[in-house]
């Protein structure tokens, strides 16, 4: 018996197909899905900031020594949760959306609504060095796939509104709604049509108008921009973009490498163990890895480098500037570091604001080391700070538009905007240059489930292998007469191959029509000549565990046949017609394309 909520929603339904479009209907779930991702994104901020303003002011840090005790509550908390709660393995914010949109029709579990920001206000809360960006999109992602799937609407549209849900929750944590827009785009490979760009722009402005409600014009950095950019800076500019593009390539191989050391422990409370410990130790060390670090950049922003640091072993040295360069230096350094140790150690959280961190140390070292270099030079720290920011998440994330606009939009006007480009762009190419893949995407590149610009790939990475294969092939043994074959798989079957399997139904051959076609009407061949006789090797095979629908795709245009069978774990599976995956890729593009 249907449910009076399933009744009026069935009502809705019919009343909505009548009176108002699919596009109208699609903006107006964008400004509900803005909204939406834009209160998820203020809850996790607030019950984040809840949470570690009750340690400060409840346990008191006298001395850094509790730094050692709090990573390891915080990971300990999320293990339990992950363990008797939620049950399955954490996936990370992006990747898994990323993951969701290529080969799930954009289809997100109702659980990932709430478990980020649970799982990310533990981690964060206690100490642990990552972002609330990425869990804050991620529930943004799952209230929109939801909400669509409510609302039967179909797979493009939920991935549009996926984006949309990124750029609310974006707009909303950064009062940046341009920069919003364009991370959807980027991040997403999103095409840029007006179809698309509507639906951002609504859900950005209700993102943003989320946050102006709820925490006013409370903003993540008190900055206002008084030092113009000079010309004669332009090629200190050009160096920082250099030195962001090395700091981009060592955070992305430490990322990696620190995750691969970690899966050495097989259980995770070994896991939480080391990695609790190795956090409270570059906490112990570097109190400006705990939490974010938005207070870290406000304090370099505001030129107060001593405050910035905190209280550190080292606090009787700081009078001395190359001291506190190194200090700065070494943040620049371990940020990466503390970061993947949160994420292998069990931790939630996201990379975008890490980076920002890393970045803007690095940016004011490279000032500071310019202005004291004794060679007469003098630049903006705190322009320098900003950039350095940029220049990270152009090269670590392959997003420059982003960095540009983000920073942009930051400051509050585009008087930077020169050094940004020439900051942003070198960055991005010599990172671009020298890995393909970010940390978002890597993993999912190896998988053949990435979606970038590049259509044709796109199109590629969205369909589904099980969706062509075909069944209905007639199989033949390679000891079955000439006359068996003829009459019972020739007679019965509309095809002109013919797979050739052993008892075990592993693929040993095929038999094509052609193959045969001289001999079919020969009777005496039908009892002494067997199947084994006319049998040949495929010109290629289709694996089914680790052939991507790129790798089939090209294994045809390389062979030129126009059937190729399917192996799944060594055995005979199915068949693949190019006709019928031409039509697929075909159909595929058209549901696609705006």
Known sequence: MPTQNQ???TRFLKWRYK?????????????????????????????????????????????????FILPIVGLTLVYLYVKYVYKKKLEHAIPSIL?????????????????????????????????????????????????????????????????????????????????????????????LTMMSLLPLLLASISGVLTSYFFLGNETLFNFSL???????????????????????????KMYFAIIQFFKRFKSPKYKLLVGGLAIG??????????????????????????????????????????????????????????????????GSGGIFIPTMVMGSALGNVVAKVINNSGLGFQVSES???????????????????????????????YELFVPLMITASISYLITKNTMNHTIYT??????????????????????QLDDVIEQNFKTVSPQMSLGDMLHQSVAKSTRNIFPVIDDENALVGIVLLDDIREFMFDTSMYTNTDVATFMRNPP????????????????????????????????YYGIVSKSKLLTAYRRKLINFTP
């Open 540 to 571: 290629e095979h289709i694996f089914y565990e680790k052939d991507s629908m790129q790798k089939v795709m090209q294994k045809f245009q390389d062979s030129g046949a126009w059937n190729l069978p399917v192996i799944k774990e060594g055995k």
């Open 99 to 191: 993951f969701a949109i290529s080969k799930k029709k954009s289809l997100i579990n109702v659980r990932k609504i709430y478990t980020p920001l649970i799982t990310a206000s533990f981690t964060v809360g206690f100490g642990g060095s990552v972002g609330l960006l990425g869990p804050a999109v991620a529930s943004g992602a799952a209230i929109s796939s939801n909400f669509g799937r409510l609302f039967h609407v179909d797979g493009k549209t939920r991935s549009l509104l996926i984006a949309c849900a990124s750029a609310g929750a974006i707009a909303s944590i950064f009062q940046s709604p341009i920069a919003a827009i364009i991370f959807a785009v980027e991040v997403f490979s999103l095409d």
């Open 226 to 252: 008084t030092d113009e950019f000079q010309i004669r800076d332009t090629l200190f500019y050009c160096i920082l973009g250099i030195g962001t593009a090395i700091a981009s390539i060592y955070f992305t």
């Open 19 to 67: 009176h108002i479009s699919n596009r109208t209907f699609t903006h107006i779930l964008s400004v509900i899905v803005g909204l939406l991702a834009g209160l998820a994104s203020v809850t996790l901020k607030n019950v984040t900031y809840g949470i570690q303003e009750l340690l400060e002011n409840g346990i008191i840090f006298s001395n850094n020594q509790l730094y």
């Open 7 to 9: 009744n009026i929603r």
């Open 281 to 346: 130790g570059m906490l112990y060390l570097i109190p400006p890895l705990f939490g974010e670090g938005f207070g870290f950049i406000n304090n370099l922003l505001d030129g107060n480098h001593i405050a910035a640091l905190g209280k550190t072993p080292f606090d009787s040295y700081t009078q001395h500037i190359w001291v506190v360069i190194a200090l700065l230096f070494g943040i620049t350094i371990f940020k990466a570091v503390a970061m993947t140790t949160t994420f292998a150690a069990g």
């Open 442 to 463: 890597r993993e999912l590149a190896a998988q053949g489930a990435l979606l970038t610009h590049n259509k044709d790939q796109t199109v590629l990475t969205l369909m």
């Open 383 to 413: 322009n320098f700070t900003l950039i350095g920011m940029a220049g990270l998440i152009a090269g670590v994330l392959h997003a420059p538009l982003t960095a540009i606009f983000l920073i942009a939009e930051i400051t509050g006007g």
